[in-house]
């Protein structure tokens, strides 16, 4: 594909599924809008209810998240995100999100991501690898046991 080819582009929130965060937490849910390839790059929403400790994580790259909806934090530090934060994640970093209550039943964000988030277990044992190819194989395998047509979330121009 030629660059001339490339055009600007949108991608309707309606247009793609929640899928859930399986196998680690079937209550959390993810929303693929790009998983990139070349950069390895992804762009997700993601739901959580409150309450919810997700897997602490380490991740190669860096990540910027936007909170949309509720609040959160990580384990590991004081501050704590509302609607409207922008939370920016230096690269080789480690950390617990935990969804807070104090805000509403749910947090939503919206994550851009670089590299491998490696996550792992209580007993601090590496027990995933995610990336923005495990998020194309999620979100796949998740249209094709529910009849839904998948889209090419690694196009520049869906």
Do not use: Q
């Not at 602490?56 to 949309?68: A, D, Q, R």
């Amino acid at each position: 594909m030629l660059y001339e080819n490339i055009d600007t582009a949108v991608i309707n929130d309606n247009d793609l599924p929640w899928v859930p965060f399986t196998p680690y937490d079937d209550n959390v849910f993810i929303k693929y809008f790009k998983c990139d390839p070349v950069r390895g790059e992804t762009i997700t929403l993601l739901k959580a209810p409150a309450g919810t400790k997700l897997l602490k994580h380490h991740h190669s790259g860096t990540v910027i998240v936007y909170t949309i909806k509720g609040s959160w934090k990580y384990l590991e530090h004081d501050w704590i995100a509302t609607p409207g934060g922008v939370v920016f994640e230096t690269a080789a970093t480690s950390h617990t999100p935990i969804a807070l209550t104090e805000h509403g039943d749910e947090i939503i964000t919206l994550n851009i991501t670089m590299g491998d988030l490696v996550y792992f277990d209580e007993n601090n044992n590496v027990c995933a690898i995610e990336n923005w190819k495990t998020g194309v194989e999620r979100y796949r395998a998740f249209c094709e046991a529910n009849g839904i047509e998948a889209k090419d979330i690694t196009s520049f121009s869906i």
